[in-house]
């Protein structure tokens, strides 16, 4: 099986029972396995939590509880029992996100309360989480609300993903505020991340979501954030072909088994801003993966036709949505060993995801991309995918068809969360890759089904048709916050590049703001399994520098170093796939200049193939310069990054 544990080690600490006539114990000290994070956890006056890093109070007095069938469980707290444990053991993940091994070690605690439930705390060098264990009587229950008030000694900065609604692609910008400026009626997204000062950060995420809503965050107009969820859905509206809205909800938030472990709630902690791009807790507190057999599973680039608006030229053709066009996509790909192309919106007719346009013949297509060693992937809409689910995939495993990117849900209320389940498990079932656009959660999901290989649920490249919203300040925030839950398909690649002044949002010949390098470099910072070339084929054949780094560079990784980085500023990462060295820095808007320290690579010389901003790439964002060099372990390298700037380069043995 793969997947599996390789090294297990478990070690038990003394098990403390109370008996009746003793006095009850009501606080408790959790520490993670450095002695840096602390938990004290107190149950005399409800459950309440303090959590601290190096001895300092960074969220005092914290609150939990769960509302089941209009009874609070934590409001008043009595422990039965309590029980430590300690666990430490090496992973290796079927899709290597970041790393071919993940460590797994932290310090437990638990508490069996009077009431037939149980909190679980766990302190991790890389933060704490809890989550709540309900065993009771009915087989069914209502959960009409989850406490979850997370307090802040100050009026510290949270990067704050604002929503209008819990209708909603969560392709939020992470912007600065204060806490206290943040009214209980703002609702955000995940992560928050928050500047506990002292170059420490905070993320909060979640993790281990089924049958049961996504957790969203709002205001307290303190210095805090608290919990908030989508209600049940009870009736629905479908508008347009697409927008399923719900139009009438319950008062209650999930109905579930009344014997069950509910959502971990995640406090990532990060001593300094790298170290959230290489933490692992949402991934780590994930049902482990629920598919057998995982040698099908093939990460890898895919070419995109929707971004770049079926932009092909110097064929004989008309380029568009038709066979034509997509052999051609499949020759590109093809040539440069992609694996995978897209079919995005316009191959079937929309309300029937069986229905093919008569200007694509499906079976040719297939047949042509299998003699090509090629595979294709198709995107749906999600409630017309799920009207005929099973017949759908059918067909599609019938075409050879690799995997589908699932879009416009919008929605994470549990019967949502159950739909990314079912779709997951459906997939697997069939050996299909599933790429979820239209929402964030599925992110979280990915170590419990490994052939969801990519998510969305970020303001990714395809803003720049129609806005100047992604722009380098948003870049290079979202390795700190986004990428925190799991991977983003944000789509880089784009070869038309600009800088601020020249910059136009042009729908069907799209470019992106920044530098050509600024691009390259994404494939190295943004994590994405399943990571797309979004520009025209045409375009890349015109550049074959860069597909010398484009067609090479891999979408997992067996190491990853982060070189330096400052939220919302710059960030600078070194992953290795085998024995191959890749490195990525990025700036916002400010010209910046970066040393590249190579001490991360092993004894030896290594040929640097290195892409950086041309020496007029702050007017003409496209302006770069390759170079090929000798590097070691012993080499440092100043790299000037323009306005919007980048670096990348390729270290090979």
């Not at 052999?327 to 060993?337: L, Q, S």
């Not at 789509?491 to 010949?509: D, E, H, V, Y």
């Not at 990025?586 to 041309?614: C, H, K, V």
Request: hydrophobic fraction near 40%.
């Amino acid at each position: 099986m793969s997947g599996m544990l390789k090294k297990a080690l478990f070690v038990l600490l003394p098990i403390s029972l109370l008996s009746g006539g003793a006095k009850a114990q009501s606080s408790y000290d959790l520490r993670s396995p450095n002695n840096r994070v602390e938990i004290r956890i107190r149950t005399a006056n409800g459950i309440r939590y303090d959590v601290l890093l190096g001895g300092r109070a960074i969220l005092p007095d914290c609150t939990l509880s769960i509302d089941v069938d209009h009874k609070k469980l934590g409001a008043e707290a009595k422990v039965m029992k309590h029980k430590e444990s300690s666990h430490d053991q090496v992973l290796e993940p079927v899709v290597r996100q970041k790393f071919a091994k993940i460590r797994e070690n932290y310090k437990e605690l638990r508490l069996d309360m009077d009431g037939g439930y149980a909190v679980v705390f766990r302190a991790f060098n890389e933060g704490v989480a809890y989550r709540l264990e309900t065993s009771l009587p009915q087989a069914e229950v209502k959960i009409y609300g989850e406490e979850m008030n997370l307090n802040f000694p100050s009026n510290y900065v949270v990067y704050y993903p604002e929503e209008e609604s819990f209708f909603s692609h969560n392709e939020r910008k992470y912007l600065p505020r204060h806490l206290s400026a943040i009214e209980p009626a703002f609702i955000a997204t995940l992560p928050a991340v928050v500047d506990v000062e002292n170059g420490a950060k905070v993320a909060i995420a979640e993790s281990d979501v089924e049958e049961y809503p996504g957790l969203w965050l709002r205001g307290t107009s303190g210095n805090g954030l608290a919990a908030t969820f989508p209600p049940y859905p009870l009736k629905e509206k479908l508008e347009r072909d697409r927008d399923v809205r719900v139009v009438e909800s319950a008062d209650y938030i999930a109905v579930t088994k009344g014997t069950r472990t509910f959502p971990w709630r995640i406090i990532g902690i990060a001593e300094k801003d790298g170290d959230l791009l290489t933490n692992q807790l949402t991934w780590l507190l994930a049902k482990p993966s629920q598919v057998q057999e995982t040698s099908w599973i093939k990460p890898g680039k895919v070419a995109w036709d929707w971004w770049n608006d079926w932009n092909v030229y110097g064929v004989d053709f008309k380029a568009g949505v038709n066979t034509q066009t997509y052999k051609y996509y499949i020759d590109f790909a093809a040539k440069y060993g992609i694996p995978y192309i897209i079919l995005d919106e316009g191959w079937y007719k929309l309300g029937n995801v069986l229905d093919v346009v008569p200007e694509v013949n499906m079976e040719e297509l297939s047949a042509y991309a299998k003699e090509k060693n090629v595979r294709i992937i198709l995107w749906v809409i999600w409630n017309s995918l799920d009207d005929q689910l099973d017949k759908a995939l059918d067909q599609y495993a019938k075409w050879g068809v690799a995997g589908i990117k699932v879009d416009f849900m919008q929605r994470s209320d549990q019967k949502l969360i159950n739909y990314y389940h079912k779709v997951s498990r459906e997939t697997a079932r069939r050996k299909m890759l599933v790429d979820f656009h239209g929402d964030q959660k599925p992110a979280t999901m990915t170590r419990t089904w490994p052939n969801l290989i990519s998510t969305e649920g970020v303001r990714g490249m395809e803003w720049s048709k129609w806005s100047a919203e992604t722009d380098p300040d948003h870049d290079v925030t979202l390795p700190f916050t986004r990428m925190v839950l799991g991977p983003m398909d944000y789509t880089p690649g784009a070869m038309l590049n600009a800088q601020k002044s020249s910059f136009r949002a042009i729908g069907n010949r799209p470019m992106s703001q920044g530098t050509r390098c600024h691009q390259l470099a994404m494939y190295v910072v943004f994590e994405s399994p399943l990571q797309m070339l979004s520009d025209s084929p045409s375009n890349y054949l015109r550049e074959p520098e860069m597909m010398e780094f484009l067609a090479p560079v891999p979408t997992e990784w067996d190491e990853t170093k982060v070189l330096d980085g400052k939220i919302a500023q710059y960030v600078a990462v070194a992953r290795r796939n085998g024995k191959d060295w890749y490195v990525g820095a990025m700036s916002n808007w400010s010209p910046r200049e970066l040393e590249i320290d190579f001490s991360f690579l092993p004894e030896g010389n290594f040929t640097l193939q290195a892409y950086q901003d041309g020496v007029n790439a702050d007017r003409m964002g496209s302006d770069y310069k390759m170079s090929k060099t000798q590097v070691n372990r012993g080499t440092k390298l100043k790299v000037k990054l323009a306005p919007g700037g980048g670096w990348a380069a390729r270290i090979t043995p």
